[in-house]
């Protein structure tokens, strides 16, 4: 997710879930092949298993990228042919792709040629009129052929025109029963599916059908489903969500006195009191402080307090 999954947000996560495995945000081939790659590849430690989201079209810059990123220490090599958005369509990748499955499939056996971490595609059930089981399939199969590890498949499709990208993720029907037969029909693929799992139950439930499942946007806005998902499926203790806060403040300062400034990591915790009483004092308290000048852990410390006593006020 741009400009949602960076670093400091990971970081975060993972204090939730030691076991998940988490995917940076998409990054392009142009960016990390002529900006700063070492900025938009750099991550903690803590943030293992770590797989890196790429954004490209070009077998050979594909393959350059993923050799930088297992050069970073990346775990996985993700390709995302499943993002709808004009920007990315203008750069010819993300879902548009789904409309040259050769030329993805090339993608796949060059990054594979070039690394040795699982690479693996997110993808859309299909895009505009391009919607039908039978073309879902064939692209798969190239993918198969091509050396896939791994499939990312979310249940909707995508219409290029005319939708937002926040519309491609509401209007479009969800169809898990597609996913669901693909990972019938390739049985020996690794499939994960994606797109409007919001609970333990929701996850549970998939996980009958496919491999894996992949949380974006609710992990973000409540992020605790990770710590309950830890639970259900390792038996680990979660943790209190106060434990969580105290074990990010040493990363805060760390990060803090390499000039990042509070609101960059903050704007990540908002959700973690997401419906539990205290939530609304926890984010006004961020919200209204983490972006001021000099702004430091005594920001958190104070909307951590808000919560404790909006807590016993309403208790």
């Known amino acids: 997710m741009m400009d949602w999954t960076d670093r400091h947000c990971r970081y975060f996560l993972r204090l939730l879930s030691p076991s998940v495995r988490l995917y940076t945000e998409m990054i392009t081939t142009a960016a990390l092949l002529h900006g700063d790659s ?3 590849l750099a991550f903690d430690a803590a943030e293992h298993p770590l797989a890196l ?3 490209g079209a070009e077998p050979r810059e594909l393959a350059r990228c993923a050799v930088l990123g297992r050069q970073a220490g990346h775990d996985e090599i993700n390709l995302n042919v499943g993002c709808p ?3 990315v369509q203008s750069g010819r990748f993300g879902a548009c792709l789904m409309a040259e499955p050769a030329l993805v499939a090339d993608c796949v056996a060059a990054m594979k040629a070039a ?5 693996t595609v997110k993808t859309r059930i299909g895009i505009d009129d391009r919607d039908s089981y039978a073309a879902l399939a064939d692209f798969t199969r190239r993918l198969v052929e091509a050396g896939v590890d791994g499939l990312i498949v979310h249940a909707r499709k995508a219409w290029l025109q005319g939708l937002s990208p926040k519309q491609n993720r509401e209007v479009p029907p969800l169809d898990y029963a597609r996913v669901y037969r693909l990972k019938r029909d390739f049985p020996a693929q690794e499939i994960w599916l994606n797109g409007g799992v919001k609970t333990v139950a929701d996850t549970e439930g998939h996980l009958q059908q496919v491999d894996g499942v992949m949380i974006g946007r609710e992990a973000y806005h409540n992020p605790w489903l990770l710590a309950q998902l830890e639970q259900r499926f390792t ?7 106060e434990a969580v806060v105290q074990r990010l403040l040493p990363y805060v300062e760390q990060q803090l006195a390499q000039g990042v ?6 704007r990540h915790m908002l959700g973690l009191y997401h419906g539990v009483p205290g939530a609304r004092a926890w984010r006004r308290t961020l919200s209204e402080r983490a972006h001021r000048r ?3 852990p005594e920001v958190i410390e104070a909307a951590l307090a808000a919560v404790t006593g909006a807590t016993v006020s309403t208790g």
């Open 235 to 241: 038996g680990a203790p979660s943790p209190t969500r």
């Open 85 to 87: 958005s004009d920007r």
């Open 115 to 119: 690394v040795d971490v699982p690479v």
């Open 261 to 266: 400034r509070l609101q960059q990591i903050a």
């Open 294 to 296: 000099g702004a430091g």
């Open 38 to 40: 070492g900025r938009l």
């Open 53 to 55: 989201q790429l954004g």
